[in-house]
Structures are given as structure tokens and as C-alpha cells.
């Protein structure tokens, strides 16, 4: 098994660009804990379990599981999958409007769709850093160091 951590979902943007998209009530309140994590959405195999889930201090959906199926787990340690994306139901009118928007799950991905949604800790080790090249900013990002 294999204990992760990461971004389910960035913080919210003014303005939705798709309707799976969260808005930061939603964000707030939104429960993974228990929901299925899957591999790249096929729901037909369970990779493992999603722990809980909360608000980051930015506004980001923040998540932490454990994946049990050990051929998944040996893409997570050796990086070649570590996107997170949320599978979303959606509700909608014949106008296309959305009345509800609900988690069914979660799945570790080789890339997500949505930026900055990775796993950023894996069995306590933080495993995602950004080094800034620029000449006025030389100083290494540690997401562990940001919550």
C-alpha cells in the first residue's frame, strides 16, 4: 500500500470554464472521504480507497488516500503516474443547465486535465518541487512547506 496526498482540484476561478468545474462553496464542502480511487476513471477496478479530503489554504481541493493495487502503487513511486482527477456526475436540464454537480470519485492519471492537480506526498515524502529560474526568483517550492 502506498499513502498519498495531493491537489483533487485547483482553487476556484471567477468564472467556471466547464461544468464539472467546483466553485469555492463547493470546494468548501465537498467530501471525498470514502469515495473510490480509481486509475484514469475505469470504474471497473479500484486502485484504492480516498481517506478524506479538504480545503488547502489557498482555495485548492486537497485530498489524501491509500492505493492498495500494487501495480498502480509501483506507478506512483516511480512518478509515471501522479496527476489526481475527480470524476464528476452532473445533473442537467434540457437547457443544459446544471442542478448537480457530485464526486462519484477520484483517479490517479499520468496527466490531469486541470492544472496543479498532483500528488505532491507520497508515503510521507513530499515528491512534487518547482524551481523558479529567473534572476529575481532563484528559491525552490516545497508544497509541504505552503500548507
Given at each position: 500500500m502506498v499513502a498519498i496526498r495531493g491537489v483533487?482540484?485547483?482553487p476556484a476561478d471567477r468564472v467556471r470554464r466547464d461544468a464539472s468545474d467546483l466553485s469555492r462553496a463547493e470546494?468548501?464542502?465537498?467530501?471525498?472521504?470514502?469515495?473510490?480511487?480509481?486509475?484514469?476513471?475505469?470504474?471497473?477496478?479500484?486502485?484504492?480507497?480516498?481517506?478524506?479530503s479538504w480545503e488547502g489554504l489557498r482555495g485548492e481541493l486537497r485530498m489524501a488516500a491509500d492505493?492498495?493495487?500494487?501495480?498502480?502503487?509501483?506507478?506512483?513511486?516511480n512518478g509515471s503516474a501522479r496527476g489526481l482527477s475527480l470524476g464528476t456526475d452532473?445533473?442537467?436540464?434540457?437547457?443544459?443547465?446544471?442542478l448537480y454537480r457530485?464526486?462519484?470519485?477520484?483517479?490517479?492519471?499520468?496527466?490531469p486535465r486541470r492544472g496543479g492537480c498532483y500528488i505532491d506526498t507520497v508515503d510521507g515524502k513530499n515528491?512534487?518541487?518547482?524551481?523558479?529560474?529567473?534572476?529575481?526568483?532563484?528559491?525552490?517550492?516545497d508544497s509541504n512547506k505552503t500548507r
Open positions: 483533487a482540484h485547483p470546494i468548501s464542502t465537498t467530501d471525498l472521504g470514502g469515495r473510490p480511487l480509481l486509475f484514469e476513471h475505469d470504474g471497473g477496478h479500484r486502485v484504492g480507497t480516498v481517506l478524506a492505493v492498495d493495487d500494487p501495480a498502480i502503487a509501483a506507478r506512483v513511486l452532473l445533473v442537467q436540464n434540457t437547457s443544459g443547465c446544471t457530485g464526486q462519484a470519485e477520484l483517479s490517479v492519471c499520468e496527466e515528491v512534487l518541487a518547482r524551481s523558479n529560474a529567473s534572476a529575481a526568483s532563484t528559491r525552490i517550492w
